[in-house]
T-cell receptor, first 116, second 114 residues
Framework: QKEVEQDPGPLSVPEGAIVSLNCTYS??????FMWYRQYSRKGPELLMY????GNKEDGRFTAQVDKSSKYISLFIRDSQPSDSATYLC????????????????FGQGTILTVHP | KAGVTQTPRYLIKTRGQQVTLSCSPISGHRSVSWYQQTPGQGLQFLFEYFSETQRNKGNFPGRFSGRQFSNSRSEMNVSTLELGDSALYLC?????????????FGPGTRLTVL
């Protein structure tokens, strides 16, 4: 079993829809939780990160972390065709001082298509 | 500020050959990590270098190796290539100077092994 599981989709939604992307994980030691977006023929780019449990909002994007359930989500409101990409969840450990480690463990990625 | 650059962008090799990929991090970044991305396994961590020292290593065979130079540029080498090594190899750099350090990814090197 992989440490991080992500529904690979693909997911196809109409423009303006609310999109929900989810990951589960097995390693309770993960402290940093990230969402990356990857366009075709590009490297991943960071959308958001959260430390430990809680919610974080940035414009149309909201990230949620529930450490008790080992479950993280990314919500995209008012989705746009430009949001069409692969979305990857990623997690990392941290040291006792809270500094993140360089090793990221990724989910499989969810391919999202937003059609006009 | 220039982003992470990787060279070459595309590479075709045959089984048994070896290959060297190069990564130039963002100026001022001291940490470089390498990842392999395949349709079947997704993105998998290979190793991380910080100040010319390997800090962490993923679960890959010894054919995969890397190094980092004093200017933080990094190279990874794959010896005795196998068909299964065909993948997108991504390099990421980070400052490693505060509690959370975003990893910035390069565009990757697409390696095809025939």
């Amino acid at each position: 079993q992989k440490e991080v599981e992500q529904d690979p989709g693909p997911l196809s939604v109409p423009e303006g829809a609310i999109v929900s992307l989810n990951c589960t994980y097995s390693n309770s030691a993960f402290q940093y939780f990230m969402w990356y977006r990857q366009y075709s023929r590009k490297g991943p780019e960071l959308l958001m990160y959260t430390y430990s449990s809680g919610n974080k909002e940035d414009g149309r994007f909201t990230a949620q972390v529930d450490k008790s359930s080992k479950y993280i989500s990314l919500f995209i409101r008012d989705s746009q065709p430009s949001d069409s990409a692969t979305y990857l969840c990623a997690m990392s450990l941290s040291n006792a001082g809270g500094t993140s480690y360089g090793k990221l463990t990724f989910g499989q990625g969810t391919i999202l298509t937003v059609h006009p | 500020k220039a982003g992470v650059t990787q060279t070459p962008r595309y590479l075709i090799k045959t089984r048994g050959q070896q290959v060297t990929l190069s990564c130039s991090p963002i100026s001022g970044h001291r940490s470089v990590s390498w990842y392999q991305q395949t349709p079947g396994q997704g993105l998998q961590f290979l190793f991380e270098y910080f100040s010319e020292t390997q800090r962490n290593k993923g679960n890959f065979p010894g054919r995969f190796s890397g190094r980092q130079f004093s200017n933080s540029r990094s190279e990874m080498n794959v010896s005795t290539l196998e068909l299964g090594d065909s993948a997108l190899y991504l390099c990421a750099s980070r400052a490693a100077a505060s509690s959370y350090n975003e990893q910035f990814f390069g565009p990757g090197t697409r390696l095809t092994v025939l």
